[in-house]
Nanobody
C-alpha cells in the first residue's frame, strides 16, 4: 500500500518562499510519477505540477510556471515542490499524489484527480500579510 506524507506548509508573506516535501513509502519509487495538486476554499482540486519517473520530466501549470520548481530524490523516496514569489492566490491545501507510469509517459496528460491513485492527506499553505 502506498503511503504519502506531505510536510513544509505554513503561513508566509506575499513574495516569500516555502518548500513542500512529499515522502513516499514505496519500494519501487522510481516507477512512480508524483503530482502536486491544490484546492482553494470553494474551488475544485487542480493540478499544479508533476514529475515523471526516473529521469523526471517536469510539468507546471501556467499560473505557477517560473515560480515553482518540482524535483525528486529517488534515494530518499521524496519529491519536493519549491515555491517562490508566493502570491495570495496560491493559498490552498496542497496534496501530493502518486501513480505508476511508464518512463515514456507525459505526466501532464494525467495531472487530474482521476489520473493518480494514491494521495497524501494534504497540508495548508497560506500566503498573507
Amino acid at each position: 500500500q502506498v503511503r504519502l506524507v506531505e510536510s513544509g506548509g505554513g503561513l508566509v508573506q506575499p513574495g516569500g518562499s516555502l518548500r513542500l516535501s512529499c515522502s513516499a513509502s514505496i519500494s519501487t519509487f522510481d516507477d512512480y510519477s508524483i503530482g502536486w495538486f491544490r484546492q482553494a476554499p470553494g474551488k475544485e482540486r487542480e493540478g499544479v505540477s508533476c514529475i515523471g519517473t526516473r529521469d523526471g520530466a517536469m510539468y507546471y501549470e501556467e499560473a505557477v510556471k517560473g515560480r515553482f520548481t518540482i524535483s525528486r530524490d529517488n534515494a530518499k523516496n521524496t519529491v519536493y515542490l519549491q515555491m517562490n514569489s508566493l502570491k495570495p492566490e496560491d493559498t490552498a491545501v496542497y496534496f501530493c499524489a502518486a501513480d505508476v507510469m511508464f518512463a515514456w509517459e507525459d505526466c501532464s496528460r494525467r495531472l487530474t484527480t482521476a489520473g493518480f491513485g494514491a494521495w497524501g492527506q494534504g497540508l495548508q499553505v497560506t500566503v498573507s500579510s
